[in-house]
């Protein structure tokens, strides 16, 4: 006799975890392990952070859904305790509706904050708290975000399978010479030098971003204008790694992405060190020369007057390593 699974019975027997990271675009790339992970041991992944970052991810096939942290109903995580309600203020009926929905959850958080205790309320039966400091991880972040996961899921962890190269313009050269932060960026006359060795022999692509908004007036008047590709969305900005064969960029977000998506990715690591944060993959290159201060704090790499540990890496040993 034949067995017919009506769609309601089929995801009654899908089991569903939730993990919920906060943070920037290259946190959310570099937790990617700990999806590939659940995906594998059957779970359908979804991911509370923020929308614009996990829609990439949903995307490339990584994660199948995304909750946002900043609405009803995991925004009433976030409200504090009151003299009325010392105890926090009672979950509403969709909340844990809604987290009593999934079979495991991931949290990244810290155990003091309202949203861990408000978290921890809502009585689910299997709800793992993991905070991450930065300051305090001594091995590679997604071996850290992983950890909590080991424990639950016994056995090696799978690889992430990035996204085909097949159809994209390989000959294709895209820089980016910008990040969250100034201070971990190659310095921009380099990027200009590499640019123009690379655009004799290979079509190559400036990526600008928000966050490289000052330096618009600084390439516009040196490449020419096809060669410029300002992006005003993320979405703008996986539509043009979808087309490219080599990415070269500095610790960032946006190579973090590259790297995901298995574009073949140059990564510059200056004061940041790439023992904890750089991006992996076969397909991935790492250049990075540390000097006696390497790596600092990000107090210290604000108030740095040189650099060594960025100016060390040369335009030359780019071009050898792409």
């Not at 962890?157 to 100034?182: D, E, N």
Request: with cysteine; glycine share 6%; net charge neutral.
């Amino acid at each position: 006799m034949k067995t017919i699974h009506t769609r309601e019975q089929k995801q009654e027997s899908e089991k569903r975890a939730l993990v919920i990271r906060q943070g920037s675009l290259g946190d959310i790339c570099l937790t990617g392990p700990v999806f590939a992970a659940f995906r594998s041991a059957g779970y359908q992944v979804t991911v509370a952070g923020r929308r614009e970052y996990c829609e990439v991810l949903r995307q490339i096939g990584l994660i199948a859904d995304i909750l946002p942290l900043d609405r009803p109903p995991l925004a009433d995580l976030f409200c504090e305790a009151s003299a009325a309600t010392p105890g926090g203020a009672p979950l509403s009926a969709d909340t844990i509706h809604l987290l009593t929905s999934f079979d495991t959850i991931v949290s990244y958080t810290e155990r003091e904050e309202p949203f861990t205790r408000n978290l921890l309320r809502s009585s689910h039966r299997n709800i793992i708290i993991h905070p991450v400091s930065a300051e305090d991880i001594t091995c590679h972040i997604s071996d850290e975000l992983l950890k909590p996961v080991r424990a639950l899921l016994p056995g090696p962890s799978p690889a992430i399978r990035q996204a085909t190269q097949t159809g994209r313009a390989t000959s294709t050269v895209v820089l980016h010479p910008g990040s969250g932060s100034p201070a971990k960026n190659w310095p921009i006359e380099n990027f200009l030098h590499l640019f123009q060795h690379l655009i004799n022999t290979r079509k190559t692509s400036v990526l600008l971003g928000p966050a490289e908004e000052d330096q618009y007036a600084f390439w516009s008047e040196r490449i020419p204008k096809d060669s410029l590709f300002v992006s005003d969305s993320l979405a703008d900005t996986r539509s043009l790694l979808d087309q490219t064969g080599c990415f070269i960029g500095n610790d960032s977000g946006v190579t973090h992405l590259a790297a995901l998506m298995g574009v073949t990715t140059v990564a510059l690591f200056g004061p940041t060190s790439p023992a904890l944060w750089a991006p992996r993959g076969p397909h991935v290159t790492i250049l990075y020369h540390p000097v006696a201060c390497s790596p600092c704090s990000r107090d210290r790499r604000n108030r740095c007057t040189d650099r060594k540990c960025l100016t060390g890496i040369t335009p030359v040993e780019i071009q050898k390593s792409e």
